[in-house]
C-alpha cells in the first residue's frame, strides 16, 4: 500500500489523509517534518538523496525528512525516519514550523506544512543506500556560501528552510 500523508489546514490541523503521490500532484498541504542533526563543533550532518529518488536525487539537504504517519507525534516522526535513513538515533528538539510551496519539473509540488526539528549526534552515521547517496558535516556559514554559489545543489526545501530560518537554526 502506498504511503499516505496526514493533510492539515494552516494551523496544523489533520483534515485527512491521502496517497503521498496524489498530494503531491494535486499540490495539497499536508505535513511533514524536516531534522538537522548537529555535533559538539557545530557542524550539521547533511544528507545527500540517493540516485533513484522520485524527486531530487543526488541533490544535498538536510539531514533528513519526511512526512508523518497518521497518528505519530512529530519527534515519533523525526526519530524513525532518522533511523531508517542515517541507521542512528538522537533525541530531538522542535524549534519552529513553516509552510512551504515548491513545484518541480517532475510536475510534482511539494506544499508542506513542515515542522523542523534539531538534535545531536557525534559519530558517523550508518546510511541506508536505499535512501542516502552520501553524508557530510558542514558549518551552518559554509553551508549558506556554497547554497550561494551552487544553489542546483541543494534540495528546494532546503533552501527555503535556510533563507527564512538561518538565524533560528544558528541559535538553536
Not at 496544523?12 to 503531491?24: R, V
Request: proline fraction near 3%; include cysteine.
Amino acid at each position: 500500500m502506498e504511503e499516505q500523508v496526514v493533510l492539515v489546514d494552516r494551523n496544523d490541523n489533520q483534515i485527512g489523509l491521502m496517497p503521498k503521490m496524489e498530494a503531491h500532484e494535486k499540490a495539497l498541504l499536508h505535513r511533514a517534518f524536516s531534522v538537522f542533526i548537529f555535533n559538539k563543533k557545530g557542524e550539521l550532518m547533511l544528507q545527500q538523496r540517493a540516485a533513484h529518488k522520485y524527486h531530487s536525487p543526488m541533490l544535498w539537504t538536510n539531514t533528513c525528512c519526511s512526512h508523518q504517519r497518521n497518528g505519530e507525534s512529530n519527534l515519533e516522526a523525526g526519530k524513525r525516519r532518522l533511523q531508517e535513513e542515517m541507521g542512528f538515533f538522537a533525541d530531538l528538539k522542535e524549534v519552529f514550523s513553516f509552510i512551504y510551496k515548491a513545484p518541480f519539473d517532475n510536475g510534482l509540488t511539494e506544499h508542506e506544512l513542515d515542522h523542523v526539528m534539531i538534535g545531536s549526534y557525534e559519530d558517523a552515521p550508518n546510511i541506508n543506500k536505499e535512501e542516502v547517496e552520501d553524508y557530510k558535516w558542514m558549518l551552518l556559514d559554509d553551508v549558506k556560501l556554497d547554497i550561494e554559489k551552487n544553489p542546483s545543489e541543494y534540495t528546494e526545501w532546503f533552501k527555503i528552510i535556510f533563507e527564512k530560518s538561518f538565524e533560528k537554526l544558528a541559535n538553536a
